[in-house]
């Protein structure tokens, strides 16, 4: 089932708004770079928000003991700080642990997901 | 020299009767028996210095009297295991009846009481000390039977040494481990101790703590040796493998092992809940760690079951299920010491086939490399 969401001119890019969507919110967001993403807005953890949490590069390492900031973005969760790839949904210390992630589509000026 | 895997020829595959014993102590009748070993450059601090604790076994000061249930001994013994003349620990002969014949036990890992990586100064002339007790323990113990396993024991302050005497003492082929004290004032995954790990990791050992004089509660020693007991052990081991794994050594050495002796085994289902917890919400903090820790924790820890103290079967089988141990807990008996556990009290036939031969071999000989001859 395709859902329209909201139009895409609302939404700004370095920005994200959750969105009801037949009974359930997700959260879409446009990158810096603008690119689009949604995730369902529940964090499988303890079921906080995500929208209220804020979105930033991943921290990766380039060796052992050394920080390097990789280009994968991820969502943090507001209660805990749990991250989620924006792309895949999976959480990166335990990927089994997992929110629903749609792939975006811009349709006739509105972002679309199909669910 | 190339390494020769001498378990095949000491032990049978026989699932039924293989019992390895983790966690024994040897000991030295007197620093006499060092000298033999000790490199002439450390003679001048040995004997022409004033040294306060020459000819101790142990070397450093440890404040506490501790309970001994023999007054014919000053060791914490069990009251069966000390003989006349000698302290328990210290004569081969002694240790093959109470071990070999009437514990069953098939295979004994010694670790002493030698804790060179205890000392807070003088380092070098400690580094000598280790070097002059691994000899010892070589000629004196695993060169006399080929059921004894040993270890290598090094200061960690001085890493580069402690490599190069890992590196030596790793050539005896009955040698399984390094040894290193739970000491609670430095954190062994710091970047400064990773060429131990390094050295032991090229020389397929594993690497075993165990507590003494240098582990401490956070504020020091507690008042009373019940105190310091109860909560040093598990606390360093705690310390200590949480730097392990949060400064990487895991995923730098995937293959390596560490075994943690005498800390008891209820605090590790809390251990690994809260390790993963942390992790899921602050993996970003240790960003090479790449698995959970539970993982590491089941793929490069052991821990012995001794003391069980008084769980029943039943509590203990249902610890291993709440936290999916299965793979990481193995026996030691801890001799002499009087609070030894028996294989046939605390791992009876009632326990599942596949999780008592784990328990009494399986998990040693899968995660120790110089052990992997014994697996059926």
Redesign the interface.
Known sequence: VRHKLIRADELQPGSLQSVAVGGQQIVVIRTDDGELFALRDLCPHRGARLSHGYVGSMMGAATIGEYKLESTLVLRCPWHGYEFDLASGRCPADPRRRVRSYKVEVEEGFLTIDD | LALVDASNAVVGADRNTQLIDTDVHELMRSFDDLVPYLAPEWHRFAFDYAWPTRGAVFNTAFPYPFPILNPNSDSAARADWVSEGSEPGDDLDAMRQHLFVEEKVSLAILNGFYHASAVEGCYEFAAGLASAYNSYQVEHWLEKDDRLRGSVHVVAHLPEIAAREIDRVAEHPQIVQVFLPLVTNRSYGE?QYRPIFEAAARNNLAVCMHHGPATKVGNGYPSHWMEWHMLAPPQAAQLQLTSMIC??VF??FPDLTVMILETGVAWLPWYLWRM?EH??????DI??VRR?PSEHMRDNVLIATQPLADLTERQFMSLIELSASERIFCFATDYPHYDADTADKVLTRRMPQDLWERIRFRNVAEKIPRLRGLLP
């Open positions: 970047r400064n990487g995923d730098q993963d992790y899921r919400y602050a993996r970003a960003p090479w959970l």
